[in-house]
């Protein structure tokens, strides 16, 4: 009859590390998330083996006898080799010690029991033994196996000493409830956890801002990443994980109006991206974002009603701080995720305006080759609970859609290049680099753009030297 760990322990590596573990008198385990993930029957190809004895040097033997290089990182007292496709790390069994200042525990050899009540939660806690007489059991002092069955995150101990002793776990709580969850099966952190994550959130400013981002972005990367962010809300870690999204909170009411309540609406868009994006992190960022410049430009306009006119401006100013804020990179993906936050306004407009070409055409040439993100983006930001309004808006934005296709096939505006440049217009005008140059080169760019003339050099060149005539410019040649 099959077993729970049928195609989980079957992989040749453990029964190598079985047999070199016992070569050398020490007793191996594998242990956390792919013990977890066997009984969840996911996929898993990162091994963890626990040893009680020192890991390093039953990953060096390990090693030898597999040919496999293995790095070796002696301030954690890990070790990490590959083989045929998996990764496995091993570490010495060990209890720890906090200081209430830092994160960073005291570390001492321990028993596995000591190892497994220092994990975070009882899912991740439950090991496999891979000694000869009992290989593939299961070790599971703290009923983890029962936690996975009712869909319960808890702690092996007290969840306040847990989340004080490393308030990063408090994260991890909300990551593997949004992970682990599915539309049958729902993962929730019990009460007396998420009491004492409350308590402790404060602790959240011991964290450096590099965790924290991990975090978020593994959050982000779930199925249903809105799970993870509700919870970061009820367990009150939002002020300090991302207190612009915190800032969304709440409906205000003048004159009897009130306004959407845009920490659910951005949640759902968020939703709505990961559903169809197929996991690319920076759009969930830009999805995560895109409304994030609300509460600075939310004004009451009596007759009107609520306006946020311009909060995709402020917004795309916010990303570069709070990316800044998080340590995390400036580079390319920053200005992706500020370059959809600033525009995502923009094919919505479209839809509620005469589809000009001209308009289409600014708006290929402003988001490029994001322009597909970028439309994922605004269909998802289609939330009203008004089907006939729904239905509208989705029919016209098909229009667009169309109207783009047609306008990228005739002037290839997407990958716009000037057929201008600056040195052309040196050589022929023989003049230096000045300001000259940039104003000619973009009367140029915006003809092509407002259909004036045709993307080609015939016509770019005539409409430029005319422009140069009138301010005071002609050719040397």
């Known amino acids: ?14 029964g190598i590390v079985s047999e070199t573990a016992a070569e050398l008198g020490v007793r191996a385990f594998v242990i956390g998330g792919y013990v977890r993930d066997c009984f969840l029957g996911r996929a898993n ?15 060096e033997a390990v090693g030898a006898k597999v040919r496999s290089k293995v790095s070796v990182f002696r301030n954690f007292g890990t070790a990490m080799l590959r083989y045929q496709g998996i990764e496995v790390e091993f570490v010495g069994a ?31 806690a439950m090991a496999f033994s891979l000694q000869k007489e009992d290989f593939g059991a299961l ?69 450096s801002k590099e965790r924290i981002a991990e975090e978020l972005n593994k959050t982000l990367l779930c199925d249903t990443p809105s799970r993870g962010f509700r919870l970061m809300d009820e367990g009150g870690l939002l002020p300090y994980v991302l207190p612009e999204l915190q800032a969304l909170k709440g409906v205000e009411t003048m004159d009897g109006k009130g ?33 994030i410049g609300k509460p600075r430009s939310k004004r009451f306009v009596p007759g009107q009603g609520w306006t946020f006119h311009g909060h995709n401006v402020i917004g ?20 992706y995720v500020q370059k959809l936050v600033d525009l995502h306004l923009r094919p919505i407009a479209l839809v509620d305006e005469e589809v000009t070409d001209s ?17 994922t983006l605004c269909n998802a930001d289609i939330t009203s609970k008004n089907p006939v309004k729904v239905a509208r808006i989705r029919a016209n934005f098909e229009l667009v859609k169309r109207k783009m296709a047609e306008v990228e096939q005739k002037d290839e505006i997407r990958n716009f290049k000037n057929p201008i440049d ?23 760019k915006n003809a092509i753009l407002d259909g004036e003339i045709g993307n080609n050099f015939a016509e770019a060149d005539a409409l430029m030297r005319r422009k140069a005539a009138e301010i005071g410019l002609h050719p040397v040649k």
């Open 45 to 59: 190809d990162d091994i963890d083996i626990v040893v009680e004895g020192r890991g390093i040097e039953l990953a």
């Open 316 to 335: 795309a100013k916010m990303v570069p701080g709070i990316f800044k804020s998080l340590k995390m990179t400036q580079g390319d993906e920053m200005k």
């Open 259 to 291: 306004h959407k309540e845009n920490f659910s609406h951005t949640l759902q868009v968020l939703d709505n991206v990961a559903a169809v994006d197929g996991g690319k992190l920076w759009l969930r960022w830009a999805a995560l974002l895109h409304d």
């Open 139 to 207: 070790v599971d002092p703290f009923g983890g196996i029962r936690d996975l069955a009712a869909g319960i995150i808890r702690t092996p101990c007290d969840p306040e000493v847990t989340f004080s002793d490393d308030p990063l776990r408090m994260l991890r709580a909300v990551r593997f409830a949004a992970k682990l969850s599915t539309p049958e099966h729902t993962f929730d952190i019990v009460p007396e956890a998420m009491a004492a994550m409350r308590r402790m959130a404060p602790r959240m400013e011991i964290l």
């Open 94 to 124: 060990r209890k720890e010690s906090y200081h209430r200042e830092s994160r960073n525990p005291i570390v001492e050899d321990g028993s596995l029991e000591e190892d497994q009540l220092r994990r975070d939660f009882t899912i991740n």
């Open 359 to 375: 308009a289409v055409r600014r708006l290929l040439f402003d988001a490029g080759n994001d322009i597909d993100d970028l439309m």
């Open 422 to 444: 600056g040195a052309y217009v040196m050589d022929l005008f023989g003049i230096p680099p000045c300001q000259e140059i940039g104003i000619l080169k973009e009367a140029v």
């Open 1 to 14: 009859m099959a077993t729970i760990t049928e195609g989980y322990l079957d992989h040749k590596i453990f």
